[in-house]
């Protein structure tokens, strides 16, 4: 968490009609919703996978992830390109969000704390709540969100993917 007094930068996006925020230092990029391939057998919040410029990127629904139903494709529907560390090292995966609003700047003050409960989400994906405009969005801990043990199997699944593209050739 930024000390207080500290201005934080984050990605705002819509989900389910709620707003929600990612540090902006995740992010590499917003592409749009397009060729997906799907991973037979993959639980529903594995969307599929995308090729970004050669390699092999999955794509997380975090609507069916936060245990919704699976999101609808909308025009504004977009996939956000996070990087996350892990141990084995840096992965590149795709969110589907429902739109991409803005990069706001939210200082450490007017973060609170995440709720113990009544969120529609588990406790331990929201990193707090930041306000803006009178109105809470809610900030992901987006490497609980895209669990260690999960990445592994996300892992295995490009491999598996790409294995199988150049057997396929």
Do not use: W
Not at 118 to 144: E, H, S, T, Y
Request: proline residues 4%; contains cysteine.
């Amino acid at each position: 968490m930024a000390a207080a007094g500290e201005a934080n930068q984050y990605l705002t996006f819509t989900l389910a009609g709620e707003m929600f925020a990612v540090g902006i230092l995740n992010v590499k990029e917003i592409i749009e919703y397009g060729s997906l391939t799907e991973i037979p057998m993959m639980p529903a919040f594995i969307r599929g996978v995308i090729n970004l410029r050669g390699a092999v990127v999955p794509v997380i629904d975090l609507s069916a992830r936060f245990g919704g139903k699976t999101a609808d494709v909308g025009r504004r529907t977009c996939i956000v390109i996070v990087e996350v560390q892990q141990e084995e090292g840096r992965h590149d995966i795709g969110i589907m969000v429902d739109a991409v609003s803005e990069v706001l700047e939210i200082p450490g003050t007017e973060i609170e704390p995440p709720p113990a409960f009544g969120a529609k989400i588990r406790a331990d994906f929201i990193a707090g709540m930041g306000k803006v405009n009178n109105k809470f969005v809610i900030i992901l801990d987006i490497l609980r969100v895209l669990s260690t043990d999960e990445m592994v199997a996300l892992a295995n699944i490009g491999e598996a993917t790409a294995e199988s593209a150049v057997e396929a050739h």
